[in-house]
């Protein structure tokens, strides 16, 4: 895996102006585009997309600053239309447009090339298995919220809130297969996994297809499949948030297996009255590789 990022790396330089054809590349390296936009953006810690602009606002300011070519022909040959579409992007990532930063010689955000090493420390090792499971349904009370990365969503706990006691209750009941207890799913994330996309949040149980379905509740259609179980416990979310972002840099590139489409779970097994503290398990697709 660290060598598929680093040659999608080199790939970004090689056809900077040019939109990279990122699904023909994953086919190539034996992975694919979810698996391989997912890892890049938990290492690099942005999305592939983003990296891509700053790393073509870092060599357009360049040409900028030398002033050997006009405006105009510096944006084409970056891959932009017009001006106006050069200069958004080149403020976004310089802070000022090109027309400034050529006058004034700044200011200038640079965007170094990445190059993914692999550190292996194996100090604290990780509570995973993996678990073969046939089709079932995810069901309970969905809605869309946006990505946070880190500490409490608060979307979601307004979600969550809003429930009344009696509905945990209900969909506990309801509840006959594995993962067991309620349930915290997040359907459709946006491969790039960028802060603020949108995704969907179900709180609820998972259910054997078999089961009935209640008319008045969202149900998520789960294939079969294996998934990686990792158990995390400790500070909530924080604990959590550690290990799932572990799972990217520690657990898939020494592993054989990848991410494959589908809901990322969380179940909680224990937690304190006030749920500063809690004892989870993180439910995650995965295919071999």
């Known amino acids: 895996m660290i060598s598929a990022l680093n040659q999608l790396v080199e790939l970004v330089e090689e056809y900077l102006a040019e939109d990279l054809d990122v699904r023909a590349l994953a086919g190539t390296l034996g992975t694919t585009e979810y698996h391989l936009r997912r890892m890049f953006s938990s290492l690099a810690g942005m999305p592939l997309s983003e990296y891509v602009r700053r790393r073509r606002m870092t060599v357009a300011a360049a040409d900028v600053i030398r002033g050997e070519a006009d405006l105009l022909s510096i ?3 970056h891959g932009y239309g017009s001006n106006e579409a050069f200069a958004r992007a080149f403020r976004a990532v310089h802070g000022a447009g090109p027309g400034d930063v ?20 194996g100090s604290i090792p990780m509570e995973t298995r993996l678990v073969v499971r046939p089709a079932f349904r995810l069901v309970g009370h969905a809605t869309r919220v946006p990505l946070i990365h880190q500490g409490v969503n608060p979307h979601i706990q307004a979600h969550i809130a809003a429930l009344p006691p009696e509905e945990h209750l ?3 009941a309801l509840g006959d297969t594995d993962p067991a207890g309620l349930l915290q799913v997040s359907d459709g994330l946006d491969p790039d996994a960028t802060e603020g ?9 998972a259910m054997d297809r078999a089961t009935p379905l209640p008319a008045d509740l969202d149900a998520i259609e789960v294939p079969d499949g294996t998934w990686a179980v990792f158990r995390t416990s400790g500070p909530h979310p924080q604990a959590l948030q550690t290990t799932w972002a572990a799972t990217a840099t520690d657990w898939f590139p020494s592993n054989p297996w990848r991410l494959r489409q589908g809901p990322s779970i969380v179940a909680t097994l224990d937690r304190a009255p006030d749920f500063t503290t809690a004892t989870c398990e993180l439910w995650l697709p995965v295919e071999p590789v």
């Open 197 to 205: 996309s949108e995704l969907t949040y179900l709180h609820g149980v």
């Open 75 to 77: 944006a084409v040959r």
């Open 102 to 121: 050529r006058r004034d010689g700044g200011p200038l955000r640079t965007q170094p090339q990445l190059r993914f090493r692999l550190t292996v420390e």
């Open 170 to 172: 209900r969909l506990k």
